[in-house]
């Protein structure tokens, strides 16, 4: 028994002297954040610094096996901050590791003055960022890769799903995340960054298991995340001699397993030697994480681009997509409440659009597009699948559900008004951003009420952003399915088809009546006269009269009515039908921000549309005769939707 302790301890020591000259410098995934630093040459004089640490940390650790394939390194005070981890995988040798990092280095300067990067191959990982990131997990982004050919063997399938569901239980609890196995015709490894925790360890190889889950038949299989790496193929990639024994971590609980070994161990010399090892690795380690954990801030780059699910992933997790599981309808498909493999709650749309190849490539770069979009006003894009029947797209779940249901439906009434100024700032926050701060103008095209979902806060979160460009394009917008909704849709955009981005100001300010009325646009039961709510509320603010526009189940003493009718006459002013005097939807933020009246600020009576397609108010919206008949047109688009 001692004997073979003694025989962990060399073999641990002996670790660092393997050679396999084969650095595994193929690389799996890159990206650079979209963000570039301010002070360019500060910015490569820090990360020139931070690389050389990273190097002359490896280089000095040889002696230590997990070290000597690990670093971070950091220079938070300076003009352009820089936080850098790079970890090879532990079957490499100290030489092969350090050649995979002179190619990461070269890999990663590819993304210019980019404020945050990331390169990823077989052998090694390296990433930085402008603030700390050392303790996340799984991010964002975290994606498998399938090797195209498949086994022949039929039990390959089996044995990779089984192992590699082994190593995610095993890894977390060996010290230095790392396991090298081989069973049964099939290698795989496990690691996780030596700055998380257990938890955090097991937490992303769960992920990794389930984005790699989905691999077999194919002979190699890759996942990839911020924490953790793992891969299985069907030849080996490292040698005989580097792999462990799973099956003293994988016995029941782990306190078992520790009493198990120290139990074994206490006794001998080499038992003692392996406790001081793993008690100052311990140490090294609980010192590394409270550094990690200092910062919760996400890095600039998350591992960007589209998380790809499988189809038969997402239908089992909808219970392939019943109408129990079903959230709603929306103008592009169903929408479905899903429970993933690894337990988080989804929202999946099944997209209602013809599957050409034309539309599948369209499809996949929007996606690529709308995953990049990060705002907390906005409805975060997980992935999506393309290669099944349907085109899917995998969303947050949001569980307040939509803000339709709390200004007209079920849940009327329960919102009071600091939350509903909340909801209109953070829409406006979030339409603003889609405009102008977003690298790519994304113009919505189809708000209102049930678009806007609701976070556990009650803030505003705009869905379904992106898509309307989806929609066949078409030179004629009269035979064009419309990406718009009835009471919603600016004038300009319903009868001619001309598009800006003031469109979706015009329906913004549509959604901000709703929110103060409590009236749905597009009911034309208002009394006293049938008209709809535009109308009305243009009718009240030109009498004076625009406070009785408010919601009666609104408490009174929560707002004042100079403020109240302020937000009314933003909302008035967002609908103008004349395109350039809607302001934009930055200028809306500011105007809601700031106090006191704005008495310069003079909306003019707004265009009216309504079921039957009559098109009332000033001559310079509609012109002429023509542009009546086109609405008849254009407004039959909608009926279907
Ligand atoms: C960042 O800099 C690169 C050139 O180094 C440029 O191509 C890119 O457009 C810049 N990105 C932004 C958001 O300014
Ligand atoms: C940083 O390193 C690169 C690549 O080694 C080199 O070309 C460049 O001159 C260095 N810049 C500074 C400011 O040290
Ligand atoms: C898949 O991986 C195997 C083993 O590494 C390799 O021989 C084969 O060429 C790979 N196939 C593809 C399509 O990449
Ligand atoms: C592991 O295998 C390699 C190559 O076969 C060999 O050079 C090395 O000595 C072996 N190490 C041990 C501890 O057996």
Redesign the pocket.
């Known amino acids: 028994m001692q004997r073979f302790y003694c025989f962990v301890v060399v073999v641990v020591l002996l670790w660092e002297s393997w050679v396999t000259a084969d650095p595994q410098t193929t690389l799996l995934n890159s990206g650079c954040s ?3 630093v301010s002070d360019t040459s500060a910015f490569v004089a820090t990360l020139n610094e931070t690389l050389a640490d990273l190097r002359s940390s490896l280089s000095s650790k040889a002696a230590d096996s997990s070290a000597s394939r690990f670093a971070t390194a950091q220079r938070p005070r300076t003009t352009e901050p820089i936080y850098a981890l790079f970890q090879c995988r532990a079957y490499l040798s100290s030489t092969d590791c350090l050649a995979c990092l002179s190619v990461a280095e070269v890999g990663i300067r590819r993304c ?3 404020n945050g990067a990331r390169v990823i191959y077989d052998g090694c990982i390296l990433r930085y960022e402008s603030s700390i990131f050392f303790d996340q997990t799984t991010v964002i982004g975290n994606t498998g890769i399938c090797n195209g050919s498949a086994a022949s063997n039929s039990g390959f399938s089996e044995a990779a799903k089984a192992l590699v569901r082994d190593l995610t239980i095993a890894t977390p609890r060996i010290s230095g995340f790392f396991a090298a196995v081989e069973r049964d015709g099939v290698f795989a490894v496990a690691q996780c960054v030596e700055t998380v925790n257990e938890e955090g360890c097991a937490q992303c190889l769960t992920v990794a298991d389930a984005n790699i889950g989905g691999c077999p038949p194919d002979t190699d299989g890759r996942a990839v995340d911020a924490g953790c790496f793992m891969r299985y193929s069907s030849k080996s990639f490292f040698l005989a001699n580097q792999t462990v024994d799973l099956s003293q971590f994988l016995s029941s609980g782990k306190s078992n397993k520790k009493v198990a070994i120290i139990g074994g161990v206490v006794g001998g010399i080499c038992g003692l030697l392996l406790l001081g090892i793993i008690a100052l690795l311990w140490i090294k380690r609980s010192r590394k994480r409270q550094g990690g954990r200092t910062g919760d801030l996400l890095g600039a780059t998350e591992l960007r681009g589209p998380l790809n699910f499988h189809y038969k992933d997402l239908k089992a997790a909808t219970n392939n997509f019943s109408e129990k599981n079903k959230l709603g309808e929306g103008g592009f498909g169903d929408v479905y409440k899903g429970t993933l493999k690894n337990g988080k709650t989804v929202a999946v749309k099944r997209l209602a659009i013809a599957q050409t190849s034309r539309a599948k490539a369209d499809f996949k770069s929007e996606v690529k597009l709308i995953s990049n979009v990060h705002h907390r006003n906005l409805v975060r894009l997980l992935g999506c699948s393309s290669k099944g029947q349907d085109l899917l797209l995998v969303y947050e779940y949001m569980a307040n559900s939509s803000l339709n249901k709390f200004i007209f439906g079920d849940r009327q009434g329960f919102l009071n008004w600091k939350q509903r100024f909340n909801i209109i700032v953070g829409m406006a926050r979030g339409l603003a951003y889609l405009h102008q701060e977003f ?1 790519v103008c994304i113009i919505h095209r189809d708000i209102k009420s049930s678009n806007i979902l609701l976070d556990d806060d009650f803030q505003p979160r705009i869905a379904d952003f992106g898509l309307a460009r989806l929609l066949p394009e078409d030179k004629s917008h009269l035979s064009t399915k419309f990406a718009g909704t009835l009471g919603y849709t600016a004038p300009e955009y319903a009868i001619h088809g001309q598009l800006s981005e003031k469109v979706d100001t015009y329906s913004f300010g549509v959604v901000v009546l709703e929110i103060i009325s409590g009236r749905k646009s597009n009911d034309a039961k208002l009394e006293p006269i049938t008209q709809y709510l535009l109308e009305w509320a243009w009718k009240l603010y030109e009498s004076g009269d625009s406070i009785n526009l408010v919601d009666k189940s609104l408490d009174p003493r929560e707002y004042t009515p100079e403020e109240m009718k302020r937000i009314i006459k933003i909302a008035l002013l967002c609908t103008q039908s004349t395109v350039s005097a809607r302001p934009t939807m930055s200028e809306v933020v500011v105007l809601l921000l700031s106090e006191g009246d704005q008495d310069m600020l003079r909306p003019t009576r707004p265009t009216f549309i309504d079921a039957t397609s009559r098109v009332h108010g000033d001559a310079s919206a509609s012109t002429g005769s023509s542009s009546t008949s086109n609405a008849t047109v254009s407004a039959s688009q909608f009926s279907g939707r």
């Open positions: 979209q963000y570039n210019g003055n980019a690298h």
